[in-house]
């Protein structure tokens, strides 16, 4: 069955600190991956995504993402958070036969001024 | 450009009800796909549509039902609601080539439905 988990369930940081959420996935076949934030109050937004090429993806803000196919991760990073970096993050892949997006259980960041 | 819409923002029902949603794509994306989010979880998937035709199913019940018209807006209707059915309900579309999801999906707001 295909699913995607997310490592942790609420990250507390200060700002300028690293960040990395882990995100693994199940399947056994191509997949492309994304991740999405939903800011407190507002849509759900595309940060970044990986189809194929190179593994280290860069999004926006700051972002980047890298997929290790050994591993089935595409943990998320960014060196330096900001207090606007608060919102909920959330993992999703979409096998490669083209269907339906799944998407992981989300994690919380909250980033203290 | 105008995002993804969806309607009505909010919505009150009972127990047994049947609920209607509506979403309007991006202009020019033929694609619709509706989640289920319930609070403290991920969007679950429920149906996409493609070019009218439905082309994935979520594991949802029966009482669960979508169309797309022509105009590629999509409707998504529950019927016999129950209280578990509470939940944020998004619409998302994607510009897709064929019938392979090529790029990212574009969420729009959401329908906030309570079912009481």
């Known amino acids: 069955a295909q699913s995607v988990s997310q490592h942790n369930h609420h990250v507390i940081l200060s700002e300028a600190a690293s960040l990395e959420l882990g995100c693994n996935y199940s399947?056994?076949?191509?997949?492309?991956l994304f991740w999405y934030v939903q800011y407190p109050g507002q849509h759900l937004q595309l940060l970044l995504k990986?189809?194929?090429?190179?593994?280290l993806v860069k999004g926006i803000k700051g972002f980047e993402a890298e997929f290790i196919k050994s591993k089935f991760s595409f943990n998320l990073r960014k060196p330096s958070v900001q207090w606007s970096d608060t919102a909920e993050y959330f993992c999703?892949?979409?096998?490669?036969?083209?269907?339906?997006?799944?998407f992981g259980p989300g994690t919380r960041l909250s980033v203290l001024p | 450009d105008a995002g993804v819409t969806q309607s009505p923002t909010h919505l009150i029902k009972t127990r047994g009800q049947h609920v209607t949603l509506r979403c309007s794509p991006i202009s020019g994306h033929k694609s619709v796909s509706w989640y289920q989010q319930v609070l403290g979880q991920g969007p679950q998937f429920i149906f996409q549509?493609?070019?009218?035709?439905?082309?994935g199913r979520g594991n949802f019940p029966d009482r669960f039902s979508a169309r797309q018209f022509p105009n590629y807006s999509s409707e998504l209707n529950v019927n016999a609601l129950l209280l578990g059915d509470s939940a944020l309900y998004l619409c998302?579309?994607?510009?897709?080539?064929?019938?392979?999801?090529?790029?990212?999906?574009?969420f729009g707001p959401g329908t906030r439905l309570t079912v009481l």
């Open positions: 999703a892949m979409n096998p490669g036969n083209g269907q339906n997006f799944v």
């Open positions: 998302a579309s994607s510009l897709d080539v064929g019938r392979v999801v090529v790029g990212e999906q574009f």
């Open positions: 399947y056994g076949g191509t997949v492309n």
């Open positions: 549509y493609y070019e009218k035709e439905e082309r």
């Open positions: 990986y189809f194929s090429g190179d593994p």
